[in-house]
């Protein structure tokens, strides 16, 4: 186990001193990686959304694709399709660029419901069905989507079904001023998010590391009082007078899990009160549901989120 969060700590090194002045958002996106949770990084243009994601892929040594999703994008051009070759007299099979390790798909939003779909079962059930015929996907498969929070004009909102299928939702706000300024001197120094730049980085750790870490995460102890404590915060979150959609069992399921990830990276074999707390506004901003009066009060999810979880007893 220590060797592998050795690996981990390094990744955690690594990406913070390229990804300058987001470590909470790195933080949260291994533990992600360590629960093979999808995830959304919500963001205004040139924060580094798309550079977290090539970085991260070079770092563990993974296949990386990258879909730019416009109004055009069929679901065919993600999931692939079968052609007909005249010289065999057969259907071969022209793989989309979902049979990847790790798959960016950038600006998810800008791309029709039907395309969007698309996704759904590639998130959910690691496969993709062509023809009637199931093809698996590897096991380390991982979407990382992007979207602008700003434009909304031509875009077409996730679905709340598509939305419970991502693990987080991260935002990647803008750097502190000496944060920035240390980016500028990175570039000066010659680094860019060119693709050639970014293939210089040496690994830190390969899909096998990734997939022992997962099977180690699996190993913390959560203890009863844990879960009844993550339980009661779920269940007040569907009985919230600014919600009109609590968080769903498959959350429920994603913060225990997402928790034993955040103590494994940590050190911890045990999962304490604060793990739970500390996970819950990536794991639930995407999935609850503001009233419109709520939100027409200005209300924001976040401090809904804060309000539902100071309701509940900290277990001792």
């Known amino acids: 186990m220590q060797e592998t969060n050795n ?26 990686l360590l629960a093979g949770g999808h995830i959304i990084l919500e963001g205004v243009p040139g924060t580094g959304k798309t550079l977290l994601v090539k970085v991260l892929a070079q770092l563990i040594q993974t296949d990386f694709n990258r879909i730019q999703l416009t109004p055009d994008v069929l679901p065919s051009d993600i999931t692939g399709t079968n052609i007909f070759d005249l010289n065999t007299r057969n259907f071969t099979l022209k793989p989309g660029p979902v049979f990847t390790e790790v798959l960016l798909a950038d600006e998810i939003n800008r791309t029709p419901p039907k395309t969007q779909a698309a996704l759904l079962e590639a998130m959910e059930e690691m496969q993709v069905t062509l023809d009637g015929k199931s093809l698996p996907l590897p096991d380390l498969f991982w979407v990382i989507a992007t979207q602008n929070p700003l434009e909304f004009e031509g875009t077409y909102p996730l679905p709340e079904a598509q939305l419970d299928r ?16 240390q980016m500028l001197l990175n570039r000066q120094q010659g680094f860019t998010a060119r693709r050639a730049d970014i293939s210089r980085l040496k690994p830190v750790a390969n899909v096998e590391d990734i997939l022992q870490a997962r099977t180690a995460v699996k190993e ?12 009661e915060i779920v269940r007040k979150s569907r009985q919230h007078p600014d919600l009109a959609l609590g968080a769903s069992p498959r959350a429920a399921g994603a913060w225990l899990q997402t928790s034993q990830a955040l103590a494994w990276l940590s050190g911890r074999d ?43 007893p900290v277990p001792r």
């Open 7 to 32: 690996i981990f700590k390094q990744l955690d090194q690594k990406l913070n001193q390229i990804i300058v002045g987001q470590p909470q958002l790195i933080k949260q996106a291994l533990v992600a």
């Open 166 to 181: 991502f693990l987080f939702k991260l935002i990647v706000s803008y750097p502190e001023p000496a944060a920035e300024k």
């Open 220 to 231: 913390v102890e959560i203890s009863e009082k844990i879960i009844d404590y993550l339980l």
């Open 270 to 312: 045990f999962v304490t009160p604060d793990d739970v707390k500390n996970i819950a506004s990536p794991l639930l901003r995407h999935r609850l549901l503001l009233k419109p009066e709520s939100m027409l009060d200005g209300l924001q999810i976040d401090a809904v989120i804060a309000s539902v979880i100071s309701q509940v």
